[in-house]
């Protein structure tokens, strides 16, 4: 069978922590190898994802993972949230550079995700599995898809163990991404994230801002739906879960769920998989 695990993102309300409980529990049903919480940029999150990890783990019984971003923090501010979640028991981190809030200026110590990485092995050796980022359709920022293939490489090479990718609806970009990064000595498991679609709306945002794209036939078909929440449901179902056939039946290693802390989407996706 193939491993799945599950991104959460840190409520801050509760109404949220009650929605993040629903979800957990349902989604805990499905086995998920482990689970991850995201991580906000810029101070007053950190506390949430600290706290969501410790809850997914010791209310939920997860393997919880938090999502670290260096951007915006001293060297030693990340230190300390390294020891802090060795201390409560993590033994897996989601290493990113993040992204520094529009208006926040100060940039922090460390500049890419790479040398995130290198402190972390540094100073836990390999207490932390570590995964990073990966982006099958080039991450936006990148001088070109060549240098961002250079860059994950010496992600790669600082010490991470695997990756999970930004989401894509096109198989194909995911399977050249592999193939380039094999060819460039690569051999770490490249995870696909996998976004299922409950918004259309929001979907156009999330891709705009992240550089993943919608294929047409998707986005037409999408579109076409209107307020008929019901047959959006169903057509982004068939749809992501015939993405993750073609990836798991291409080698894909595991599936790593974008969740947005609802069950439902990710479910539907899970059914129709068996
Ligand atoms: P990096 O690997 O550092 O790369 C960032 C950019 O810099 C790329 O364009 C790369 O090509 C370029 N680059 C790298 N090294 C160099 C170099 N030496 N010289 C010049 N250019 C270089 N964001 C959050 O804020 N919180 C989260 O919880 C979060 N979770 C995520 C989970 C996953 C699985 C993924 C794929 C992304 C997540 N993000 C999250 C988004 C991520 O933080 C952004 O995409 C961010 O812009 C890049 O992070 P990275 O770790 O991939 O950066």
């Known amino acids: 069978m193939t491993p799945i695990s599950f991104e959460f993102y840190p409520p801050k309300s509760d109404e949220q922590r009650a929605q993040l409980d629903r979800a957990a529990k349902r989604l805990g049903a499905h086995a998920p190898e482990y689970v991850s919480c995201t991580f906000g940029a810029g101070g007053s ?7 969501t990890v410790r809850h997914l783990h010791q209310q ?29 028991g993590c033994r897996r981190i989601v290493a990113l550079r993040g992204d520094l809030p529009s208006g926040m200026g100060h ?8 040398e995130l990485v290198e402190l972390i092995r540094a100073d836990h050796g390999d207490h932390f599995r570590i995964e990073v980022g990966a982006y099958p359709e080039t991450h936006p920022q990148a ?12 992600k790669v090479d600082a010490g991470a163990d695997a990756a999970i990718t930004q989401y894509f609806y096109n198989a194909d970009a995911y399977f050249r991404f592999v193939d380039d990064t094999r060819a460039l000595g690569v051999d770490v498991p490249i995870v696909p994230g996998i976004m299922p679609i409950s918004n259309y ?19 037409k078909r999408l579109q076409g739906f209107g307020d008929d929440a019901k047959a959006v449901r169903e057509f982004a179902a068939d749809a992501v879960a015939a993405l993750c056939r073609r990836l798991v039946a291409g080698g894909a290693p595991a599936l790593h769920f974008y969740t947005l802390n609802l069950a439902r989407p990710t479910e539907a996706v899970l059914q129709r998989l068996g």
């Open 201 to 219: 709306a929001q979907l156009r945002r999330f891709s705009e801002a992240c550089g993943a794209e919608i294929p047409r036939w998707m986005d």
């Open 60 to 88: 939920h019984g997860f393997d919880a993972a938090p999502h670290l971003s260096c951007v915006g923090g001293t060297r030693e501010e990340i230190r300390e949230l390294l020891r802090l979640y060795r201390a409560i």
């Open 143 to 154: 001088d070109s898809a060549v240098a961002d293939l250079r860059h994950f490489k010496t």
């Open 107 to 114: 940039p922090g110590d460390l500049r890419y995700a790479a």
């Open 45 to 51: 999150t950190l506390s949430y994802t600290s706290e």
